[in-house]
């Protein structure tokens, strides 16, 4: 046996080596060694660290899937949100965008950084004191989850950084994604052991950053491409391209297709240059990014809503291929609308498989003339759901036979009918409908509604099978003795189950609103409905009137609106539900609370109490204004612990600096 000395130094002198040749083969694509030797390597270091366990770091190389698997996933809520873009489609849109970006800037020109737009999953990688300490999902761009354990399985991401850099903490951010050659090889050993297969490299690169397990995960081979970098410690970087040296520089890998480029002219010929590329890339990308490529300027353009304004992304068009009708079915959404479907021949769209594609309505089934058995073109863009654009009149087989859309639902036979001016038909029965029952449950607890994690449709099914479950509130009844009972329920997946309903008690009023799937109210309505009244007693006795009072809702959804509250069925549903100890923090209604009209806040770092959309919400509820980034239009930043360089930028240019408590007193609300 070495001594311990000699170890510890064999240890380090492996570890660097492991590390550089992880670095020269998965991040510069530049084996130096074979795989036999690197194994060796490997092997040594195993070794030594079985025979001397106090010197096995907890950012060895051979510690990527370490642990134990998770029983959960923890929530993690970003020290800055993580934005989406806005999309372009046509030159015209980037005309556009430049002339804002140029105007707005007073320049006649600003030079851009273009990137491919890699089709994966936003992450974020925190490292503190060049250690890696958490990585997290994108989620809603507010609160993500924590995959620290399967981030550390990617090869490519270092465990560990040079510090020198920096002496405070850092947050890479970047896209996971799957190869297409590792898609393929995933998918043949899923359905060679009778597993589910994947759609997509995207889906799959999805379903393997939400294993509990990282063994999983190290089975299947994610990759990762950093794009932008942060220095808690307020480094100042000048620029996004700046900023793709740096990461180099700490051997994060990063794509070799950035590029400098002018105007729109530059923009198209980096367009046209990576869509030329796309089919030879091993990965799929769905469109380009072109982001202002000073900071100073970045931070004077800021943001809107949840996209920078010195960001777009230039989408590719969707992708399109030819297939049969074998079927057309009815299908009936949640809120009692009948959607015809086409049964397809299986084919392959844009990389994945497509069995099904909308019809939209009677109306476009009849315009474009569907018949089963046509020959269709069919269309398949991003995440949105396939559609059947066009039939291939000239292939139309003698045989064909037309469709007519049903009288009678589906699902619970009642009369469908169709409302003045609108297109589709409707399933009028409400939750005495078991389809729209299911979808309305479905959307209930869905991510952006209750966020009740592993109440799938499956689970749905059975729960109303057995007849569990009714209405919402019965989602809160649910007893684990009543779920092992259940086929595939064990002990372990009932208590995950009940954990996460009673988690998703505490929610807030917008998703509480959402969540009960008014026709008409999405995300957007259910935050201005909730900043307007402010509690559920104002909003059930509401006018048509006052509904239109809210900002962008119009006449439709205001009727909307008031007809759900006003059908009985709901309002006692509302109740038992409310029953149910679900609860969320207050909201003062804005009707007459009108403190901080015409201020505008930012909001940095991690506050002591508030959740940063909390604390958004109450600036809002106020009157306020929430901008991202601090500039002389700034009235106040409301600074918590660990801000960085917005505090310094508000220092700098003297604006005032507010604690949570100070928030709190200007808005004379009680901590609690
Ligand atoms: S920049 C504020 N760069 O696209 C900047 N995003 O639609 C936001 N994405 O959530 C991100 N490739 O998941 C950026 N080169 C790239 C990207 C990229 C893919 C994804 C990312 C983001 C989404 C926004």
Not at 163 to 185: C, H, P, W, Y
Not at 558 to 567: G, L, R, V
Request: with cysteine.
């Amino acid at each position: 046996m070495v001594s311990f000395d000699i170890a510890k130094a064999k240890v380090e002198t492996l570890t660097k080596a492991i590390n550089d040749h992880n670095y020269y083969y998965y991040v510069l694509d530049d084996p130096k060694i074979s795989d036999f030797d690197y194994d060796s390597l490997f092997q040594e270091l195993l070794t030594l660290e079985a025979e001397f366990p106090e010197l096995k770091a907890i950012d060895s190389p051979t510690q990527r899937v370490g642990g134990k698997p998770n029983s959960s996933f923890k929530q993690v809520t970003h020290k800055t949100p993580m934005l989406s873009l806005g999309n372009a489609f046509y030159e015209g849109d980037l005309e556009a965008f430049n002339k804002r970006v140029c105007g707005e800037l007073d320049v006649k020109q600003v030079e851009y950084l273009a990137e491919p737009k890699f089709d994966g999953l936003a992450v974020t990688i925190r490292y503190e004191e060049g250690h890696l300490v958490l990585a997290a999902t994108r989620g809603d761009g507010s609160v993500g989850e924590d995959v620290t354990h399967n981030i550390k399985t990617i090869n490519s991401i270092p465990l560990k950084i040079d510090n020198s850099l920096s002496t405070g903490a850092i947050e890479v951010r970047g896209e996971v994604f799957m190869q297409k050659n590792d898609f393929f090889t995933l998918n043949k050993k899923q359905s060679e052991m009778n597993e589910k297969t994947f759609a997509n490299p995207r889906n799959a690169a999805a379903g393997t950053l939400r294993q509990l397990d990282p063994a999983i995960a190290a089975s299947r081979p994610l990759r990762f491409f950093a794009y932008s970098i942060t220095f808690e410690n307020n480094k100042s970087i000048k620029s996004q391209d700046e900023m793709y040296t740096l990461l180099k520089d700490l051997r994060l890998p990063t794509t070799s297709h950035a590029k400098k480029i002018l105007g729109v002219e530059g923009m198209m010929n980096f367009y046209n240059e990576i869509n030329a590329l796309r089919p030879s890339l091993p990965f799929d990308i769905d469109g380009v990014v072109y982001k202002v490529n000073e900071i100073k300027y970045q931070d004077d353009l800021g943001f809107v809503s949840r996209a920078p304004r010195w960001a777009i992304a230039h989408k590719f068009p969707a992708e399109e291929a030819e297939s049969e009708i074998i079927n057309i079915e009815v299908q009936v959404g949640r809120t009692g609308s009948i959607t015809p479907v086409a049964r397809l021949k299986p084919v392959q769209v844009g990389g994945a498989i497509v069995t099904n594609a909308t019809l939209h309505n009677e109306d476009e089934l009849k315009r474009k003339d569907i018949h089963i058995g046509d020959y269709v073109t069919v269309r398949r863009a991003g995440d949105v759901v396939p559609e059947v654009v066009k039939v291939i009149k000239e292939k139309r087989p003698k045989d064909v036979r037309s469709y007519e859309m049903p009288e009678n639902c589906p699902s619970c036979s009642h009369k469908l009918a169709k409302e003045e001016g609108e297109a589709v038909l409707r399933c009028t029965n409400g939750v005495l409908c078991p389809a729209q029952k299911k979808q309305g449950l479905m959307h209930f607890v869905s991510r952006k509604a209750m966020d009740i994690d592993g109440l799938g449709e499956k689970i749905i099914d059975q729960l109303l099978d057995e007849k569990l479950i009714q209405g919402f509130s019965d989602i809160y009844k649910l007893k684990k003795d009543q779920l092992v009972k259940l086929e595939r329920f064990a002990e372990k997946s009932a208590d995950n189950l009940i954990a996460s309903i009673s988690k998703s008690k505490r929610t807030t009023l917008p998703r509480l609103i959402y969540a009960l799937g008014i026709r008409n109210v999405g995300e957007a309505t259910a935050l201005e409905l909730a900043l307007h009244f402010g509690d559920f007693e104002k909003l059930k006795s509401a006018s048509v009137e006052s509904f239109i009072e809210v900002r962008d809702i119009g006449p439709t959804v205001a009727i909307s609106i008031y007809n759900y509250f006003k059908q009985e069925s709901n309002i006692n549903e509302l109740r038992k539900l409310l029953e149910c100890d679900i609860n969320w923090p207050s909201i003062e209604a804005n009707v007459k609370n009108k403190e901080l009209e015409g201020l505008i806040f930012v909001l940095t770092g991690g506050l002591p109490t508030l959740k940063r959309d909390e604390a958004k919400q109450l600036i809002l509820s106020s009157g306020g204004k929430v901008s991202g980034s601090v500039s002389k239009r700034t009235n106040y930043l409301v600074a918590g612990e660990d801000a960085g360089s917005k505090l310094e930028a508000a220092k700098s240019l003297d604006i005032k600096i507010l604690s949570e408590s100070d928030l709190l007193n200007m808005l004379k609300k009680d901590q609690n």
